[in-house]
């Protein structure tokens, strides 16, 4: 399969888009860090909330969110499930500290692209966006193995055809 023609912007392919949502501003400080490091990616907003988050992402029309699930307000998956209903095509990444299966699962459900421990987000953020941007899907290699094979076959039956981009998977 061809890889889509990159955008383009003043006679240059433009750099995917990315919003930050998390309630803690030392990890929105962090995942600019990360990005910042790269000169792939142009941050386009943040965002401390869901409610703030649904809005934004609808005049900011990112090509990518990273997102925080445990905020006060609108958590992530509510936030994802509003942003999915305007904008099915923008990719989500959810963010977290959580690594119930339980939540790997309903995260995918409300509509996530991708499944980024906090834990792995230093070495693993920019690959996780690469893998969703290309019309995959991630999951943190901390994951267990079963359940993110187990979220992909869902995915791949619900007509997803997603790819799993998990590190140590293909």
Request: proline letters at 5%; charged letters at 25%; hydrophobic letters at 40%.
């Amino acid at each position: 399969m061809l890889a889509p023609l990159p955008k383009w912007k003043n006679g240059r392919p433009a750099m995917p888009k990315v919003f930050i949502v998390d309630d803690h501003a030392f990890i929105r400080r962090g995942v600019q860090g990360i990005l910042k490091g790269s000169a792939e990616w142009e941050l386009c907003g943040e965002a401390d909330n869901g409610n703030d988050a649904v809005r934004l992402a609808g005049e900011l029309k990112p090509d990518a969110i990273v997102m925080d699930v445990s905020m006060p307000g609108m958590n992530g998956l509510e936030a994802t499930r509003a942003i999915r209903k305007a904008d099915p095509d923008v990719k989500i990444v959810l963010l977290t500290l959580h690594e119930s299966s339980e939540l790997v699962r309903n995260a995918f459900q409300a509509g996530v692209n991708g499944y980024l421990l906090k834990t792995d987000a230093e070495q693993e953020l920019v690959r996780a966006l690469r893998a969703v941007l290309e019309q995959g899907k991630y999951v943190s290699p901390r994951i267990d193995s079963a359940v993110a094979k187990a979220v992909g076959q869902e995915k791949s039956l619900n007509g997803g055809g997603a790819k799993d981009q998990g590190a140590g998977r293909s």
